[in-house]
């Protein structure tokens, strides 16, 4: 059900993000060592706790909200006002340029400023004031995170967790107390996803589903979006077949939902958080209901603080992981504030003349560092192997088949991401190391696109098993000319065996065509000889009472009789009246 984290490695890493971690796996023994991350300084340490030398004294300013007391009475905690001689003074100084910078100067670090004469002379009264205002905002912005997470440290690292899960909304707690005892529940939460008539919702317990249901309904208007509800809202009620059906399958998706939450009513109770992400005018689908199983100010309701992609099982499964992740990385690579790319050629200009030289000096040698190619590698690159070839054949003293690019790729790994088979086989022959790594720790044999470049070094394994360390190379195993045989072998017996099959199935399959004939033919000759038979019952019972003759399908009949013509009926008769008469005589 959980999806995997990944592991944190180790602190030393120059990556800015470590990793992340799963919340519930973490031993509440060490989140109790942790503290907020302060805006305007590092926390101490203690005495025995070592910090890394590269933590810096002043912290770059942060946009993650903290705990703190509110402050009641006409007074400025931000420009350290003890009192006002009145609202209106209090609203005004507020509304100064003053208290601005000095908020600026706070979310810093920096001690604020006392008087209006120590403001900088770019005021925004000016149009050059503006202009600064305007780009140190947009610094500002670039350097502030905008993601809704609260920061932990234990003085090696700093811990992002989701605000959500610490505090409803609009509420003020303190976080340490709230993550202490998240992480001491019994971590059971719901998920609820609702779009475009789609349906998941869960309740897990740590990192299995308890119950879990999904559905869908046609609610959504085809190539024109949004729901009919918010259609016939506007003004044009539609009255065709599909609005109809739209309107029908929106109560539906309704009541499923109701009835899902009043069967779930019992489980939902126990649940400590409710994560819901619906569009607004979905939000009624969960709380509109005369039973209100669900209260809109029920604390454990939160909003789900990320973009969530079409409901289904394995996407509620995936939100229920990234909520209860924790992303952690170093100190110091927190207190580097981020760079901005500029909008325009503009704002290009200006920053390259306020940048420092030794800053830009840096940053063209480090592009002239990722650009650099070793020659012979861009010539492989280029398709240009008889060139490589003929350079490795000389073995000039500038050339080295080992050589690596900036990312660590070797002759022997461009070759064979390129599929270039022969090239592998060359480099292999003329002692290009097969377990060299890149810097993603990939040998040339991971590189492989085809089956056959990949058996070039099997087969090089089987022919040099003792000219290199082949631990790293990831060459699972030697390709001999005997297991190729057997290979061929055994493929030539499965290709027999499979011919045999084949053949076994025709011959059963024509026997069975045979016997369906057959069957075919016996059943044709029975209905043939029932309807025969039903054709001569038919005549029998419509034969002529007089003459014996078939009297057809519509004869004519007089009393209980049937007769083929009216002559045969009065015959007939005349034969009955003279039989009558001289049964009377005899009498």
Not at 414 to 438: I, Q, R, W, Y
Request: with cysteine; aromatic share 6%; glycine share 4%.
């Amino acid at each position: 059900m959980s999806k995997g984290v990944k592991a944190v490695p180790s602190i030393h890493s120059d990556k800015k993000f470590l990793g992340q971690l799963a919340l519930n796996e973490i031993p509440l023994e060490n989140i109790v060592t942790w503290n907020l991350y302060q805006f305007d300084h590092v926390p101490q340490p203690d005495v025995n706790t070592a910090v890394p030398s590269n933590v810096a004294a002043t912290v770059p300013p942060q946009s993650i909200e903290t705990y703190t007391e509110s402050v009641t009475g006409l007074r400025c905690g931000t420009c350290e006002v003890s009192a006002f001689e009145s609202s209106e003074a209090q609203y005004y100084h507020f509304k100064s340029d003053l208290h601005r910078i000095n908020l600026k100067r706070k979310a810093k670090g920096l001690p604020p400023l006392t008087s209006s004469s120590e403001l900088p002379s770019d005021s925004p009264d000016s149009d050059s004031g503006d202009s600064t205002s305007s780009k140190s905002e947009e610094e500002d912005k670039s350097t502030h995170p905008t993601e809704p997470v609260i920061l932990f440290t234990d003085m090696v690292h700093v811990h992002k967790i989701y605000k959500t899960l610490l505090t409803p909304p609009k509420a003020k707690v303190c976080y340490k107390d709230s993550l202490i005892q998240l992480c001491s529940s019994e971590w059971k939460w719901a998920v609820f996803l609702l779009r475009s008539g789609r349906f998941a919702g869960a309740i897990f317990q740590r990192n299995f589903a308890l119950v879990h249901k999904t559905f869908q309904r046609y609610t959504t208007r085809r190539k024109q979006g949004g729901s009919q509800t918010a259609h016939d809202a506007s003004g044009n009620r539609s009255k065709s077949a599909g609005a109809t059906l739209r309107r029908y399958n929106e109560s539906a998706l309704k009541a499923d939902i109701h009835n899902t939450l009043a069967q779930w009513k019992a489980e939902l109770a126990s649940t400590e958080l409710i994560f819901i992400a619906s569009g607004k005018a979905e939000q009624n689908t969960f709380f509109g209901v005369k039973e209100n199983l669900l209260d809109t100010n029920d604390r454990r309701i939160r909003r789900i603080p990320f973009a969530t992609y079409r409901p289904t099982f394995e996407e509620v499964c995936r939100v229920r992981a990234k909520l209860q992740s924790v992303k952690c990385g170093s100190i110091s690579s927190i207190l580097q504030p981020a760079r901005k790319k500029p909008a325009n050629s503009d704002q290009t200009t200006s920053k390259k003349t306020v940048e420092k030289p030794a800053e830009r000096e840096v940053a063209v040698d480090a592009s002239e560092q990722v650009k650099t190619i070793p020659a012979i590698i861009q010539k492989l690159r280029d398709g240009e192997y008889e060139a490589v070839q003929g350079q490795v054949e000389n073995r000039d003293s500038s050339v080295d088949i080992d050589v690596a690019d900036s990312e660590g790729m070797t002759l022997l790994h461009h070759a064979a991401n390129v599929d270039a088979t022969c090239m592998v086989s060359f480099l292999l022959e003329k002692g290009a190391n097969p377990s060299l790594l890149d810097i993603r720790n990939r040998s040339p044999y991971l590189l492989c696109i085809s089956k056959g470049t990949r058996d070039v070094f099997r087969r090089f394994l089987a022919k040099q098993p003792d000219a290199w360390d082949y631990t790293n190379s990831h060459i699972p195993s030697a390709l001999t000319e005997e297991m190729k045989q057997r290979k061929r072998e055994k493929e030539n017996e499965k290709r027999r065996r499979a011919r045999g099959r084949k053949k076994e199935q025709k011959k059963i399959l024509a026997e069975e065509a045979i016997q369906n004939e057959r069957e075919r033919i016996a059943q044709e000759e029975e209905e043939a000889l029932r309807k025969e038979r039903a054709r001569i019952a038919m005549e029998a019972a419509n034969t002529c009472s007089f003459c014996g003759k078939s009297s057809g399908p519509t004869p004519f009949t007089r009393l209980e009789y049937k007769y083929c013509s009216t002559l045969c009926v009065q015959n007939h008769r005349r034969q009955l009246l003279s039989e009558a008469a001289l049964r009377r005589l005899k009498m």
